[in-house]
């Protein structure tokens, strides 16, 4: 159960890019639901964090990626009014590649669709989501270089 779990709930995020483009997805359910986010999930148990993601990514988009390297880890602990922590998750971020195919919401999500930098004020982020967004981006476009 991840309401009010027993201990955190490890989770995998996807940074892909699409030329100057971000893959974000909107939060079909609670907890933030109507929110966008970077596409991923729990992982489940005896898989391996690639997997999982890769699972993800193709249950929320319907988009095949290639898993790379470890781009961020961090927490996301949401409390109740009483401070208790009704959701903790240790979420792990990394950058993928997707060689083709068109974003098509589906599994938790109810919308996805690539955004550009200038673009992300129009979009409500989840916490933590636009610092690693904006990492990513800088990180991007150094390796574009």
């Given at each position: 159960?991840?309401?009010?779990?027993?201990?955190?709930?490890?989770?995998?995020?996807?940074?892909?890019?699409?030329?100057?483009?971000?893959?974000?997805?909107?939060?079909g359910?609670?907890p933030?639901?109507?929110?966008?986010?970077?596409?991923?999930?729990?992982?489940?148990?005896?898989?391996?964090?690639?997997?999982?993601?890769?699972?993800?990514?193709?249950?929320?988009t319907?988009?095949?990626?290639?898993?790379?390297?470890?781009?961020?880890?961090?927490?996301?602990?949401?409390?109740?009014?009483?401070?208790?922590?009704e959701?903790?998750?240790?979420?792990?971020d990394?950058?993928?590649?997707?060689s083709e195919?068109?974003?098509?919401?589906?599994?938790?999500?109810?919308?996805?669709?690539?955004?550009?930098?200038?673009?992300l004020?129009?979009?409500?982020?989840?916490e933590?989501t636009?610092?690693?967004?904006?990492?990513?981006?800088?990180?991007?476009?150094?390796?574009q270089?």
């Open positions: 159960n991840r309401h009010y779990p027993p201990r955190p709930i490890v989770g995998v995020g996807a940074i892909i890019f699409r030329d100057d483009r971000i893959l974000l997805v909107e939060r359910r609670e933030l639901k109507g929110w966008w986010s970077l596409p991923g999930g729990a992982v489940e148990v005896g898989e391996r964090l690639d997997e999982a993601l890769r699972r993800e990514i193709a249950e929320e319907g988009l095949a990626v290639t898993v790379g390297k470890l781009f961020e880890i961090f927490e996301r602990i949401m409390r109740d009014a009483e401070g208790r922590p959701y903790h998750y240790v979420l792990m990394y950058v993928c590649t997707c195919g068109t974003p098509v919401a589906g599994d938790d999500v109810s919308a996805a669709g690539w955004v550009s930098q200038p673009e004020d129009r979009y409500r982020l989840t933590g636009r610092d690693v967004i904006e990492r990513a981006f800088a990180a991007h476009a150094n390796h270089r």
